[in-house]
């Protein structure tokens, strides 16, 4: 492929790595670098590799068509344009393709709203061979804003939300589906550390610190908040509320999912069936405790477990009666809970979105295991669950106020028992057990509220 290129004094061009098939640019010989217009532009990205994204609506005449770029900032410039203003830019690197050549050139980024070209195309990307003819257009060829058509992610109705997924673990696979998925939908998702958030608590300007800067406004958090950070994280969540953001989870539900005392006293409110359990901190008479969970084998359970760490059978009456004796010395909260035996090592996690469950998984044990945790070697298959499963795992969500749930359900004889409700819940056991885009679920519900808010924030206004 040559690399001599001939340009009239307009020409479209395509900006692939930005995701823009078609630009009308002016061909500007005065200009050194390229200009592409660009609306709320944000930096962000470590300091190590910074990028920015930006908000551009590429055909002049349908400002209704909007998308979100990003790419990688390779430098801040001042830069003058031609009525004599100097502005300091954001300048990026992308890929140019004009006619066949392909070349990646320098863009400043600025509003060029007003103009009637959304690029100029300065001399630094014209390469060596390039011979600008001005008093002709459209010499290579003509693109059309048509081929905007096939791109799906933003409809012209549609605005980007801005997203803050809260997270200590940005690198596990929920995390990165969560964040992957909300930006190829369009969507601003920031990846926030829970823990490095810090608060000014003031009822008129409630504010959130990140690094040194305040975070922007959130249209939605998604919250991921796990158990060694619940109440902090609840706090963080509770100022992003005050600052008007819509929370996926609201911070109360997940406080009351994380409490399992008060997570069952709720739940049994509700008439929601569980294994019938008995609570205890450093009880006195172990066995009129132990004789509260029925008559057969119990399972003991420690409040702070995760994971199946602390959750322990107990065959015979005898041995329960010891295991609560050596919980007692621990100083910490645990219960005592009927053994559904017909469960067989199997539990079933249903998840709930909305209201409706949109996957569920049946995990079971290894040989000679109870415990059905995955973080146990229990294996997931999908299922697909009868309706008094279906109604107890969303009667279960609501109760406690979660929007996004995974609910573990025991299947015993007399039906499904609720055995807990988890406000975070994983989303790769799931996803590959029963190959659904769970993730895209999620994101699509937090489109779809955040969007009926607004309109209802409009009617207010
Ligand atoms: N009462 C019970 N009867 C039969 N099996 C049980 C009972 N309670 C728990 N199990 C089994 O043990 C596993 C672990 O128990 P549970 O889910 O209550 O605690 P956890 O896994 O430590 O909590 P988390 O899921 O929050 O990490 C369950 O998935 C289930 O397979
Ligand atoms: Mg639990
Ligand atoms: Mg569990």
Same mark, same amino acid.
């Given at each position: 492929m040559s690399d001599a290129l001939e340009l009239g004094w307009e020409e479209w061009l395509a900006l692939p790595a930005l995701g823009l098939p078609a630009i009308k640019a002016k061909v500007d010989t005065g200009a050194k670098t390229s200009a592409l217009h660009a609306e709320v532009i944000e930096s962000f990205g470590d300091t190590g590799s910074p990028k920015v994204r930006f908000l551009i609506r590429p055909d002049p005449d349908h400002p209704k068509l909007e998308l979100v770029c990003t790419a990688p900032v390779v430098d801040r410039r001042d830069v003058t344009s031609s009525n004599g203003q100097t502005e300091l830019r954001y300048v990026i690197a992308t890929e140019m393709q004009i006619g066949t050549v392909r070349r990646t050139i320098e863009i400043t980024l600025t509003n060029r709203e007003t103009m009637s070209y959304r690029m100029l195309l300065g001399?630094?990307?014209?390469?060596?061979?390039t011979t600008v003819i001005p008093d002709r257009s459209f010499i290579q060829p003509k693109l059309s804003f048509?081929?905007?058509?096939?791109?799906?992610? /933003?409809?012209?109705k549609t605005r980007p939300l801005r997203m803050a997924l809260l997270t200590r673990e940005p690198d596990n696979y929920s995390s990165m589906r969560l964040a992957e998925t909300g930006r190829e939908r369009g969507h601003i998702v920031d990846v926030i550390n829970t823990s490095r958030c810090y608060m000014?608590?003031?009822?008129r300007a409630p504010e959130i610190h990140y690094d040194g800067k305040t975070l922007p406004f959130y249209d939605a958090v998604i919250p991921r908040i796990g158990a060694s950070m619940t109440n902090y994280g609840m706090a963080v969540l509770r100022q992003f509320e005050a600052m008007g953001a819509w929370c996926l989870n609201p911070p109360s539900s997940i406080g009351a999912s994380r409490d399992k005392l008060l997570a069952h006293q709720l739940l049994s409110q509700a008439g929601i069936a569980m294994p019938v359990t008995a609570f205890a901190h450093s009880p006195k008479d172990t066995k009129d405790l132990v004789g509260l969970a029925g008559t057969g084998p119990v399972v003991l359970k420690? /409040?702070?477990?995760?994971?199946?760490?602390g959750v322990v059978l107990a065959e015979s009456k005898k041995a329960a009666e010891s295991l609560v004796d050596a919980f007692r010395g621990l100083d910490a909260n645990f219960l005592v809970q009927e053994f559904v035996k017909e469960a067989a090592g199997a539990d079933v996690r249903c998840l709930v979105i909305g209201g409706r469950v949109v996957a569920a998984m049946k995990r079971q044990a290894q040989e000679g295991e109870f415990r059905s945790n995955l973080h146990r070697g229990g294996e997931a298959m999908a299922i697909s669950l009868t309706p008094d499963e279906r109604k107890i795992a969303v009667a279960a969500a609501k109760r406690l106020g979660l929007n996004f749930a995974g609910v573990d359900i025991l299947q015993s004889k007399n039906g499904p028992v609720v055995l807990e409700v988890n406000s975070s819940p994983g989303l790769e056991g799931i996803e590959k057990a029963t190959g659904k885009n769970v993730t895209g679920k999620v994101i699509r519900f937090i489109e779809q509220k955040v969007r009926t808010l607004g309109k209802r924030r409009e009617i207010n206004a």
């Open positions: 001399r630094s990307a014209f390469g060596d061979h048509d081929l905007y058509q096939s791109i799906k992610p /933003l409809k012209p000014k608590i003031e009822a420690l /409040l702070e477990s995760t994971q199946g760490r």
